[in-house]
């Protein structure tokens, strides 16, 4: 389910590159301003629950581990989450005066807040799906693994 998440950062980034490629050769349309929008959905709601998903559950498993590097590790994908909450927040006003029609172009400030937001993620999820997710499935016995999807499935209204 992290792994999934990470599919689905990936690909609003995507959509948050195409909509300003699209604002450059189409200029802004409803199909631009919806494009903000389901950027903003999307980091507005589930983003942070990965991120509280990673700082549950995956984190914690690790924190008994002798291995400093990981520690390491553990500790900068901490220090990301705050800083890509930061970068979200400038990003964010771009969008939303885009989809709620204060702007029609992305100035050359926001454009560069949203290529700083969208580079935060590339080593970010190369480590954890490198390195730190397969680390925490190794730490965590499948009671922890079924209460940790317990937990996430719960805190997003689903089905248990």
Do not use: N
Request: glycine share 4%.
């Amino acid at each position: 389910m992290l792994e999934a998440c990470h599919e689905r950062v990936q690909r609003t980034l995507a959509l948050q590159q195409r909509l300003c490629e699209h604002l450059q050769t189409q200029g802004c349309d409803d199909s631009a301003r919806s494009a903000a929008f389901d950027v903003l959905r999307y980091f507005d709601i589930a983003a942070p629950l990965h991120h509280e998903d990673e700082e549950r559950h995956v984190f914690p498993a690790l924190h008994a581990a002798k291995d400093e590097a990981l520690l390491a590790a553990v500790a900068q994908l901490q220090a990301d989450h705050v800083a890509m909450a930061q970068r979200w927040a400038v990003a964010r006003s771009a969008l939303l005066a885009l989809s709620g029609g204060g702007i029609t172009q992305f100035s050359a400030e926001q454009l560069a807040a949203l290529d700083a937001f969208a580079a935060g993620y590339a080593d970010h999820i190369r480590t954890e799906e490198e390195w730190v997710y397969p680390a925490a499935r190794a730490a965590m016995d499948a009671g922890a693994l079924q209460a940790m999807a317990r937990d996430m499935r719960q805190r997003r209204g689903a089905a248990q």
